[in-house]
DNA sequence: GTTGCTCTTTGACCCAGATCAAGCGCGGGG
DNA sequence: CCCCGCGCTTGATCTGGGTCAAAGAGCAAC
């Protein structure tokens, strides 16, 4: 890795900033940092769908595509690792563990997104709700444990539209679903964005998931 | 390729077949031949969702991977031409080349996913189903530029079952709107699999598609 | 404190698409 | 030839989630 350490360099983003606009240029390729961005589709009529959710240690961009498909916008304060596109892909001809990392990687997020089929397609609202807390549940669970007793809590990082926008859904729908939630004892709210979960199997089985598959956002 | 020529060998399916069930252990891939095959989910109560739609040339399998994520099932007699998956797997270690054209495609299923995505989360039912003619559409024409005049004319290969747990929609649904673009004059059917195309840009402004994106399947 | 944001919740109503239920058309087998 | 089965269409009705509208809840700036 001690030839991609002398390409790369960092690029900092604001909440709310726009990292990338589908059809741009593409001149970089890179990794998040810190921070969460958002990879989305818009319609010309303004429908929007988020297509991704890009965690830090997440890879951004397409070595061999010259131009973005989707828009990446920061939805917090964000840092990301950037190599400039044709020396990284230069590196990746020359160094076949990189591209083999690469495959492993795109075929989790590939699998990731036809997860997400499966809940864009065919799931009910309050599973989608339900879906998308055990899924933020599970990345952080992985990420540093933090679990008080047996009680698990998580911080949702998207606004409630955001949320709308990932699941498919209008922020009504998903400001309503999440009150059922809480109505029912599935969840409990501090604030608006940090909840706790009492009973993790009693969320997965509201989300509809046959077992504890691997799914990761 | 002479190397991978040495380890394959063929299977064939009769039209309805399992080929992969989601879970088992998958001791090859390959890739489609001739015929169609369908990647699907389905949940404990039935509902399913296809994830994919697999034609001639399409690759089956994932290289470091021991269990299929996703049920794969013949929809026509479909042949395909398989490599036992740990020769298979010591070939693409020893050959850089092949990592990176694998990498190529599953970053295009990637994008083909992710516009899927927005249809099966934002898209009307009208919508949809323009989509998904223009798609196959799309695919046909690249393949053997058949059209009559300029005249487009696809075969359905799936049933309206088949269509509907692609979309996301129920049969009835999508029977409906098959009748609606008919008597509107988006489409003419010869049969109920075989549809003409006098406007493809009408078609592709029902399936609201912003421009000519290269969509694949 | 007040003003003015943005984000969120909640209510009332509506409609696209699901569900339930007949029928139709056509190809294969007796 | 008729019957049967399967894929498809069409109608009637229902409903989950969308739409429209109003109001609370934080919170930063003044």
Chains 1, 2 share one sequence.
């Not at 606009?21 to 001149?27: A, F, H, Q, V």
């Not at 230069?90 to 997400?116: F, G, K, V, Y």
């Not at 992985?142 to 809590?153: C, E, T, V």
Request: hydrophobic letters at 40%; aromatic letters at 6%.
């Amino acid at each position: 890795m001690s030839q991609l350490e002398q390409i790369k360099y960092y690029r900092s983003f604001q909440a709310g900033q726009t990292v990338i606009w589908s059809g741009d240029r593409m001149e970089f390729v890179g990794s998040v940092v810190s921070g969460i961005a958002t990879l989305t589709q818009t319609m010309e009529d303004g429908r929007r769908q988020m297509v991704g959710l890009l965690l830090p240690s997440d890879f951004v961009g397409r070595p061999g595509r010259p131009v973005a498909a989707f828009d990446v916008t920061a939805t917090t304060d964000l840092v990301m690792c950037c190599f400039r596109k044709k020396p990284f892909e230069d590196l990746m001809t020359s160094t076949p563990h990189i591209a083999q990392r690469l495959l492993e990687m795109t075929l989790d997020e590939l699998d990731a997104a036809r997860e997400w089929m499966l809940l864009l397609g065919r799931k009910t609202a309050r599973e989608k709700i339900a879906s998308l807390i055990s899924i933020i549940a599970r990345r952080e669970a992985s990420l540093h444990m933090k679990r008080a007793k047996d009680m698990l809590s998580v911080d949702l990082p998207l606004t409630r539209e955001e949320m709308a926008d990932y699941l498919g859904l209008t922020l009504e729908t998903v400001s309503r679903q999440i009150s059922a939630l809480k109505k029912d004892g599935v969840i409990s709210l501090e604030g608006n964005r940090h909840v706790s979960i009492p009973d993790i199997d009693r969320l997965l089985e509201e989300a509809g998931d046959d077992s504890d598959g691997g799914m990761l956002v």
